[in-house]
């Protein structure tokens, strides 16, 4: 099925399509995030006793290199064969990838296990590309709350993923096998959920409806000129900042939440505490998307990154002196809404700036550099912690943060000058 490309097309029945695609994918993520909440909750317990503690973090690692790795030929797959082929995709290696997992389990396998993980972080690799395809099929003035929609269904995975874990391991448990094997056994059934939805509702291809965009005059300039090579398209002073936002955000969000409960047990603080903190921090993190989009959509991308990057330094200046709940739930859940702020205006500023035959691969560079960076701030926070606590941690938090308040800096220097220039 292909969308009509002439200005004629009836404006309901795009629109229609559009809430169709939109629906479907939240659902699709609302899905995947439960699962993948549920998945990782027990991930190194399972690693942990099929190999021992110190192959505890393992899985996680081995998720993250798949995520890196599928991000850039899931960008390219959705520019050769459409957007709902390539999330599609991705669903089935995270159905294939939490089945594997979860056979490896039963049977006691870490390398089977080790091998699902892979799969399972590659799946992630397409399915965080969702909030561009939602971004695409809507005119550049509602990008920005159709994006924090679509992070705002990380909400159901951060509430329902937890929920299930205890659930499915008593059924697990029920049925004679290891209780570990539960959320992974519902996180197969919730990836095949998201690869129905998506298969189902995704049609017309998202790609068509911002073809008819286009030749209906609402994106014309970004529609039908050829692809750029990707080292022209990164040169640009706004994708540069777009990028440098997310995976700056991206770095200092984990580099402070991971080791933050480390720092909270060890100054004695309950469990309770620790649960309290978290929840702030979720909170921040996807609680407050839809009205962080639409702020995007009102006072524009860059303000919008140089508010979540101020939030960032606060939370990072805080953290040195996190000793107890009135100073870590602040800064907690400052951390997780200057990730929000920087997630949802980087990825509305990154979408604005791309021509269509050319997102998917840009998309998917943008989104293996995200995932490097988790990786490299979750690593990395681990030897530094090791050397000077939670202080410096925060210290590396607000240096990187200072990082990106410089490029924001430059780019306003350049928009300065670009503008100075006469026409």
């Known amino acids: 099925m292909r969308f009509p490309r002439d200005a004629s097309t009836p404006l309901l029945a795009l629109e229609r399509a ?30 942990a006793q099929l190999g021992g503690p110190v192959l505890a973090g393992l899985p996680g690692a081995l998720g993250l290199l798949g995520r890196a790795s599928a991000a ?3 960008g390219w797959l959705m520019d050769r064969a459409g957007r709902r082929t390539a999330l599609a995709l991705g669903y ?73 874990v205890g659930v499915t391991s008593d059924w697990a448990s029920g049925w004679g096998i290891n209780e570990l094997t539960g959320p992974w056994l519902a996180t197969v059934a919730l990836m095949a959920l998201a690869t129905l939805v998506s298969f189902g509702l995704l049609r017309p291809d998202p790609r068509e409806i911002s073809r008819a965009l286009g030749a209906s005059g609402q994106n014309a300039a970004q529609t039908e000129r050829p692809a750029r090579p990707l080292r022209t398209v990164f040169a640009a002073a ?23 409960p480390l720092h909270m047990y060890g100054i004695h603080e309950t469990t309770q505490s ?16 839809g009205l962080t989009g639409r702020l995007v959509d009102r006072i524009g991308r860059a303000p919008v990154i140089a508010l979540g990057a101020l939030q960032l330094v606060a939370a990072s200046a805080l953290a040195p002196f996190a000793d107890g709940l009135a100073q870590i739930v602040p800064s907690m859940f400052l951390l997780g809404l200057g990730w929000n702020f920087t997630f949802v205006a980087g990825s509305s500023l990154l979408v604005d700036q791309l021509r269509l035959a050319e997102r998917g691969r840009a998309q998917g560079v943008s989104e293996a ?8 701030g979750g690593i990395g926070s681990g030897p530094v912690f090791a050397l000077g606590g939670v202080a410096w941690v925060g210290a590396l938090g607000l240096a990187a943060t200072l990082g990106l308040v410089s490029v924001l800096a430059w780019f306003a220097r350049s928009s300065r000058t670009v503008a100075a220039v006469p026409t």
């Open 369 to 376: 550099a995200v995932a490097v960076a988790a990786g490299a």
């Open 92 to 164: 089935v290696l995270g159905t294939a990838g939490a089945a594997l997992a979860s056979v490896a389990v039963i049977g006691g396998s870490l390398p089977g296990f080790l091998a699902g993980s892979v799969l399972f972080g590659m799946a992630r690799g397409a399915a965080d590309q969702s909030r561009f395809v939602a971004a695409e099929v809507h005119p550049p003035d509602r990008r920005g709350r159709v994006i924090g929609l679509i992070v705002f269904a990380g909400t159901v995975g951060a509430v329902g993923g937890p929920l299930l």
């Open 238 to 260: 706004q994708v540069r900042l777009a990028v440098a936002a997310m995976v700056v955000g991206q770095a200092v969000m984990v580099m402070l939440m991971t080791m933050m």
């Open 274 to 289: 620790i649960s309290v903190v978290m929840t702030a921090h979720t909170l921040g993190m996807f609680g407050l998307s």
């Open 18 to 47: 559009r809430r169709r695609i939109t629906i479907g994918l939240f659902a699709s993520q609302a899905a995947f995030g439960a699962g993948s909440v549920a998945a990782f909750t027990v991930m190194s317990m399972i690693a």
């Open 72 to 74: 850039y030929p899931m």
